[in-house]
Nanobody
Framework: QVQLVESGGGSVQAGGSLRLSCAAS????????MGWIRQAPGKEREGVAA???????????YYADSVKGRFTISQDNAKNTMYLQMNSLKPEDTAMYYC?????????????????????WGQGTQVTVSS
């Protein structure tokens, strides 16, 4: 049974940093597309970052323009854990952040950030950035 559990959310002031974690069980990250998806109150879910690892090494990453240069997605295959390092946080980054996994054969690019392309989801962790 696939299970994703996020942690690391919290409240910070603008300009601060947080690191989110996503622990997976029931599958291994290799050969899955993994992503971080967020949803702000009253808004639709939007993908912010994705990563794909094949064969247990390396990892190709893709970011939404809104977080490029501030957020870094990574994963530790030995721990089956994915991370999202968020720096220079802004109030508009306030949202529930979800970890998601996809077994689909996705085209590299914007499709990696589409929430509908992900099969498995965690319960979410709240990030609140105050000005």
């Amino acid at each position: 049974q696939v299970q994703l559990v996020e942690s690391g959310g919290g409240s910070v002031q603008a300009g601060g940093s947080l690191r989110l974690s996503c622990a997976a069980s029931g599958f291994t990250y290799s050969n899955y597309y993994m992503g971080w998806i967020r949803q702000a109150p009253g808004k639709e879910r939007e993908g912010v970052a994705a990563i794909y690892t094949s064969g247990g090494s390396g990892g190709s990453t893709y970011y939404a323009d809104s977080v490029k240069g501030r957020f870094t997605i990574s994963q530790d295959n030995a721990k089956n854990t994915m991370y999202l390092q968020m720096n220079s946080l802004k109030p508009e980054d306030t949202a529930m952040y979800y970890c998601a996994a996809s077994r689909r054969d996705l085209a590299w690019g914007r499709s990696l950030l589409l929430p509908g392309n992900y099969n498995y989801w965690g319960q979410g962790t709240q990030v609140t950035v105050s000005s």
